[in-house]
C-alpha cells in the first residue's frame, strides 16, 4: 500500500538525490525523479525498489504531463534547475528557459490537485547585501544575473498559484549547500579534493568574500519537517548555516582537516556573480529543525570519509 506519492524535479542532483534518499526510508513512499540528466548524474538517485526515474525536460510541457497523468502525486518538489555560477553565466538563455519549467510543474500541480509544491530558490535572489544576517521579509531582491532573476520569478509565480488558484506552496531559499552528491565544480569539493591531491587551492579575488555552508543533512532535514508543518505552508524560508566565513578561511579550514600541504593560489576576481557576502537569519530554519545543526569541520569530515571510501 503506497502512503504518499512525491514527485521530485532535478533529483539526480545534489540536495534532490539526497531528498529521495531520506523520503525513500518510508517504504511506504513512492518517489518519482524526473531529471533529464544534463547537470544531474543517474548514480546519484538511489536504486530502490520505491524509487522511480523518468528521463525528461520539466520544460517540456507535454512530457511532464503524460508523468503527471502516470501517477497521483500528494506533493512535488521542484529543483530541476540549471545551476553554478559558471555555467549559468556562460548559458543566460539556457537558464532563462527554467521559467518554462515552473510554470509547466505549477499548472499540472495545479490541475491534478497536488497538496503543496515546494521550490529550491537560492540565496542569489538577495544579491548583494543590504543587511546581514538576510531575512526572508525585510531583505530587498535585488541580484540581476539570470539566474537569481528566474529564481525571483519563479518565487512570484508560486505565490500568484496561490492568490489566484489556491494552491498551497513553500518557498526554500537554499545558501551554499555541500555534500557527498555535490558536483566538484563547486567550491566545497573542489577545495577539498585539491587539498587531498596536495594540489594548489584556487580562490577568485582576495578570498575576502563571505559564505555560509549548511550541511546537505541539515537541508534535507528542514524541508522534510517544512512539509510536515503546515505553519510553514505558503511561506518562505532560509535553508543554511549562520555562521559566516570567507572564502580564504575555508581554504585555511579545508587545508587543516585534511593536513594539507596545498597552497593558496589567488586568481583574478570574477567579473560579476561571486557577491561580496552571504549569510542568511536561520531563525524560522532553527525552530522548525530543532536541532544544533552540523559544524563545517564536521561536515567536511564526513565529506572526506566518503571521497576515501568510494
Given at each position: 500500500m503506497i502512503e504518499t506519492t512525491y514527485l521530485i524535479t532535478g533529483g539526480a542532483g545534489n540536495i534532490g538525490s539526497a531528498l529521495v534518499r531520506k523520503l525513500a526510508e518510508n517504504e511506504l513512499n513512492k518517489i518519482v525523479v524526473v531529471d533529464n540528466l544534463s547537470t544531474g548524474d543517474i548514480n546519484k538517485i538511489p536504486d530502490l525498489p520505491n524509487?522511480?526515474?523518468?528521463?525528461?525536460?520539466?520544460?517540456?510541457?507535454?512530457?511532464?504531463?503524460?508523468?503527471?497523468?502516470?501517477?497521483?502525486?500528494?506533493?512535488?518538489?521542484?529543483?530541476?534547475?540549471?545551476?553554478?555560477?559558471?555555467?549559468?553565466?556562460?548559458?543566460p538563455m539556457m537558464v532563462l528557459?527554467?521559467?518554462?519549467?515552473?510554470?509547466?510543474?505549477?499548472?499540472?500541480?495545479?490541475?491534478?490537485?497536488?497538496?503543496?509544491?515546494?521550490?529550491?530558490?537560492?540565496?542569489?535572489?538577495?544579491?548583494e547585501p543590504f543587511e546581514i544576517p538576510q531575512n526572508e521579509t525585510t531583505t530587498p531582491l535585488n541580484s540581476r544575473l539570470p539566474y537569481a532573476i528566474?529564481?525571483?520569478?519563479?518565487?512570484?509565480?508560486?505565490k500568484s498559484y496561490h492568490q489566484e488558484y489556491g494552491l498551497n506552496y513553500t518557498i526554500f531559499r537554499f545558501f551554499n549547500t555541500y555534500g557527498p552528491n555535490q558536483s566538484e565544480d563547486f567550491v566545497v569539493p573542489r577545495f577539498l579534493k585539491a587539498?587531498?591531491?596536495?594540489?594548489?587551492?584556487?580562490?577568485?579575488?582576495?578570498?575576502?568574500?563571505?559564505?555560509?555552508?549548511?550541511?546537505?543533512?541539515?537541508?534535507?532535514?528542514?524541508?522534510?519537517?517544512?512539509?510536515k508543518n503546515e505553519n510553514y505552508a505558503n511561506d518562505v524560508l532560509n535553508v543554511g548555516s549562520d555562521i559566516?566565513?570567507?572564502?580564504?578561511?575555508?581554504?585555511?579550514?579545508?587545508?587543516?582537516?585534511?593536513?594539507?600541504?596545498?597552497?593558496i593560489?589567488?586568481?583574478?576576481?570574477?567579473?560579476?556573480?561571486?557577491?561580496?557576502?552571504?549569510?542568511?537569519?536561520?531563525?524560522?530554519?532553527?525552530?522548525?529543525l530543532n536541532r544544533d545543526l552540523v559544524p563545517l569541520e564536521t561536515g567536511l569530515r564526513k565529506l572526506i570519509a566518503f571521497y576515501e571510501n568510494r
Open positions: 524509487v522511480y526515474h523518468v528521463d525528461l525536460d520539466v520544460n517540456n510541457y507535454e512530457n511532464l504531463k503524460a508523468t503527471f497523468e502516470d501517477h497521483d502525486f500528494d506533493y512535488v518538489f521542484h529543483y530541476a534547475a540549471v545551476v553554478g555560477v559558471k555555467r549559468t553565466l556562460e548559458n528557459d527554467d521559467i518554462d519549467g515552473i510554470k509547466n510543474v505549477l499548472s499540472l500541480s495545479k490541475d491534478h490537485k497536488v497538496k503543496r509544491v515546494f521550490f529550491s530558490s537560492s540565496s542569489e535572489v538577495y544579491g528566474v529564481k525571483n520569478v519563479g518565487e512570484a509565480f508560486f587539498a587531498m591531491a596536495n594540489e594548489p587551492i584556487q580562490i577568485y579575488g582576495d578570498g575576502l568574500q563571505t559564505r555560509s555552508f549548511c550541511y546537505v543533512d541539515d537541508n534535507v532535514d528542514t524541508c522534510i519537517a517544512a512539509l559566516e566565513i570567507t572564502i580564504l578561511e575555508l581554504a585555511q579550514t579545508v587545508i587543516k582537516v585534511t593536513d594539507s600541504d596545498s597552497p593560489v589567488h586568481l583574478p576576481a570574477l567579473k560579476e556573480g561571486d557577491m561580496t557576502r552571504r549569510c542568511p537569519d536561520t531563525t524560522k530554519m532553527k525552530n522548525l
